[in-house]
């Protein structure tokens, strides 16, 4: 029996999940980190409080792995890969390396488990920018997709044409046909696709380069000033539903945001030529079933209805016997899926 610890690290937190195999022995969140010194006293925190030394492995999710296709042993050569890929995932990369490395004086082996791997083979045609391909292969530019092991979580038993649904404070929409995704709504980077917390989602380029002429620093502006903040203040999704019925700008947000879901989705069903099955996941996915609603009344010319007192239950299945198409609400679970691959390779 091996003793895996999971590391799931954000921009600001550390979720640590102790798992003996594949059960899950404990686990806790630590948010409202902000520099190393937090961090490194989480990550000592966390060995004390699960007595480290009986650690067998420890697993890291890393948002970007590049074009890394499976789970790789840490080493100089992963670290590196880890850190050149940072600059297109600022957010998120930078802090997971540090945290990889401040676990390296516990002297346990190290993997790296990414979310870019689910995505690793989607077509050429969903993968490729219309960019000179001289650029595209001296920078490795394509679509690379984010948050796969939550998408693949979710949707690994059930076979046909499926939507997942990853919706929370970063955001994102898989086609996938017979458990392989043909496309998903992150690219290069996680900024693409949906609004989100605060990320803009997908501009046109055209407003980048005003922005740039005027001065701004736009990567920032786009990943951190954006979204539902940009539109509202607001990041937390909480606070925009609370207010939308006194406060017109969280009223548009939302609406953008159901807008912007159900045209990806009827996108996708073209692109699948049908629809079997549609999920909603993370937290925004699991928890608020006016959005589940909203979404779904969009559908019904697809044959898509909607149980309303299963989806207030937020259930399994929220779809009724008549529907066309079978709507899931299902927790994710990115850390039993990043023990289900390290497992594998050991």
């Known amino acids: 029996m091996k003793k895996i610890l999971v590391f799931n690290v954000g921009s600001s937190s550390i979720k640590y999940s102790l798992f003996e ?14 520099t190393k010194e937090d961090y490194s006293r989480t990550v000592e925190k966390i060995f004390k409080k699960i007595n480290g030394d009986g650690i067998d492995v420890i697993a890291h999710r890393v948002v970007h792995g590049g074009d890394l296709k499976k789970p790789s042993k840490i080493n100089e050569e ?6 050149e890929f940072s600059e297109f995932a600022p957010l998120h990369n930078p802090r997971q390396l540090m945290v990889i490395e401040l676990c390296e004086k516990y002297k346990k082996p190290q993997y790296a488990v990414f979310d870019t791997m689910f995505f690793s083979e989607i077509p050429d045609a969903a993968k490729i920018y219309a960019i000179p391909k001289e650029i595209t292969k001296k920078y490795e530019i394509q679509r690379y997709g984010f948050h796969g092991l939550s998408h693949e979580y979710v949707s690994r038993d059930l076979k046909g ?32 696709g949906l ?27 786009l990943t951190e000033k954006s979204g539902l903040k940009g539109l509202t203040g607001f990041s937390d999704f909480r606070d ?22 159900t045209k990806i989705i009827g996108s996708y069903i073209a692109a699948l030529n049908g629809l079997d099955n549609l999920i909603f996941t993370a937290k925004i996915g699991e928890n608020v079933q006016k959005l589940r609603e909203d979404v ?42 990043a023990v289900e691959k390290v497992l594998k390779i050991l």
């Open 296 to 337: 779904c009344r969009h559908l019904s010319f697809f044959g898509v209805e909607m149980d309303r007192e299963k989806n207030k239950l937020s259930s399994e299945i929220i779809s009724s016997k008549k529907s066309r198409v079978k709507v899931f609400v299902r927790k994710t679970n990115e850390e039993k899926m």
């Open 195 to 221: 609004i989100m917390g605060t990320r803009s989602g997908t501009i046109d380029p055209g407003i980048i380069f005003f922005l740039e002429k005027k001065g701004y620093n736009v990567q920032e502006l």
């Open 21 to 34: 195999d594949l059960d899950l022995k404990d686990s806790e969140n630590f948010e409202r980190l902000k």
């Open 78 to 83: 992963t670290k590196k890969k880890i850190k």
């Open 161 to 192: 044409k499926t939507i997942t649904c990853h919706l929370g404070s970063g955001s994102s929409i898989s086609a996938i046909l017979n458990k392989k995704p043909i496309d998903t709504t992150m690219g290069f980077t996680p900024s693409e």
């Open 240 to 261: 925009i539903l609370s207010r939308m019925n006194k406060n017109k700008n969280c009223r548009l947000a939302y609406d953008m945001l159901i807008y912007q879901i």
